[in-house]
């Protein structure tokens, strides 16, 4: 009979809390342009985001640097897994917030504020929380999960 409440349990928790991906968005790689809002504000640069299930693929094509072996293009990009998601009732959006960390040389690092590889092969952790609006997509990133350490903030489409 404990077998029986168990999974009646279970499936009762999976039918409250769902199983499915979160909403992210739908294009496989969107674009658009991203700021920074703090030490070099009020420098903008293009970015583009890739999603795909869980993970987020934001890059910054423009800042790249030849400071690869053999002076080879080092692109700026950073690679994040999804923390959650949660959705704001009053404005109807739906925010995703994703962990993660870029692989940043010059000014790539200078435009992420950590510090550069080429120094370092430790990644400094930014969370990017992606907000859906009518506009397309919201991108803020920030050096804490709350969002209160704003780094960058963009939009892509």
């Not at 279970?10 to 700021?35: E, M, W």
């Not at 080092?74 to 960390?101: D, E």
């Not at 990644?123 to 050096?143: D, M, N, V």
Request: hydrophobic share 35%; net charge neutral.
């Amino acid at each position: 009979m404990k077998p029986l409440y168990t999974a009646l349990i279970a499936l009762a928790l999976l039918g409250f809390t769902g199983c499915a991906t979160p909403s992210t968005p739908k294009a496989s790689t969107l674009q658009g342009t991203a700021a920074n809002v703090n030490k070099m504000a009020p420098q903008s640069t293009v970015m583009t985001l890739t999603t795909e299930g869980n993970n987020a693929t934001i890059a910054f094509p423009n800042l790249q640097n030849n400071t690869g072996a053999g002076f080879t293009a080092t692109p700026c990009h950073g690679t994040f897994t999804l923390v959650g998601s949660h959705a704001n009732a009053l404005t109807k959006s739906v925010t995703h917030v994703y962990q993660g960390g870029f692989i940043a040389n010059n000014n790539c690092a200078l435009f992420t504020e950590q510090s550069s590889t080429t120094y370092t092969d430790a990644q400094t952790p930014r969370f990017a929380h992606l907000e859906s609006t009518k506009e397309g997509w919201e991108i803020r990133i920030s050096e804490d999960l709350a969002g209160k350490s704003l780094l960058i903030v963009g939009r892509v489409q």
